[in-house]
T-cell receptor, first 112, second 113 residues
Framework: GEDVEQSLFLSVREGDSSVINCTYT??????LYWYKQEPGAGLQLLTY?????DMKQDQRLTVLLNKKDKHLSLRIADTQTGDSAIYFC????????????FGSGTRLLVRP | DTEVTQTPKHLVMGMTNKKSLKCEQH?????MYWYKQKAKKPPELMFV???????INESVPSRFSPECPNSSLLNLHLHALQPEDSALYLC????????????FGPGTRLTVL
């Protein structure tokens, strides 16, 4: 089945760029997503990328997809303290279940 | 309106209690989900309803009983829970087809004593 891996922790200084990485095993996911979860809150859908795209930019967020290496990344430009949260990548299983398969999550800490 | 609402926000219950969690969406989505999330872990899928019918049960113990009264509402009935069931319970909805993106509610923090 699908397996999605992320690094556990990233610490950056305010104003720097953050890059959160994700690798996955099943290349059949049509869509890949990035979710943000602040403490005690639900998951907020940040952005998605379609599998036939290499890059997608949305304001401060840039998603890069390398299908050959099965690698997905989320770059946050000009990182702010409000960006401190856990970030999950997720892929959709393209069988009859359409289940989301989540990575383990990366905790981003933004230092003032 | 891209909001999924959940009530209550917090719930404390004993192992002999019966309680229910509620979820509502008004986005016209026809798929709704229950997830369980333990601290520092990703959400784990419990149940999926598609067009008001249960389509996936991820081998969840029968002390959790889902219900989908209509296309906007999703309930999770709880009975005889164990302390290890304490977690954040998240509801999500999506529109089958399209980008399959799931929108999550804020969750119910459940503590079982």
């Amino acid at each position: 089945g699908e397996d999605v891996e992320q690094s556990l922790f990233l610490s950056v200084r305010e104003g720097d760029s953050s890059v959160i990485n994700c690798t996955y095993t099943d290349s059949s996911s049509t869509y890949l997503y990035w979710y943000k979860q602040e403490p005690g809150a639900g998951l907020q859908l940040l952005t998605y990328i379609f599998s036939n795209m290499d890059m997608k930019q949305d304001q401060r967020l840039t998603v890069l997809l390398n299908k050959k290496d099965k690698h997905l990344s989320l770059r946050i430009a000009d990182t702010q303290t409000g960006d401190s949260a856990i970030y999950f990548c997720a892929g959709i299983l393209m069988d009859s279940s359409y289940k989301l398969i989540f990575g383990s999550g990366t905790r981003l800490l933004v230092r003032p | 309106d891209t909001e999924v609402t959940q009530t209550p926000k917090h719930l404390v219950m004993g192992m002999t209690n019966k309680k229910s969690l509620k979820c509502e969406q008004h986005m016209g989505h026809r798929a709704m989900y229950w997830y369980k999330q333990k601290a520092k872990k990703p959400p784990e899928l419990m149940f999926v309803y598609s067009y008001e019918k249960l389509s996936i049960n991820e081998s969840v113990p029968s002390r959790f009983s889902p219900e989908c009264p209509n296309s906007s509402l999703l309930n999770l009935h709880l009975h005889a829970l164990q302390p290890e069931d304490s977690a954040l319970y998240l509801c999500a909805s999506s529109q089958p087809g399209g980008r399959y993106e799931q929108f999550f509610g804020p969750g119910t923090r459940l503590t079982v004593l």
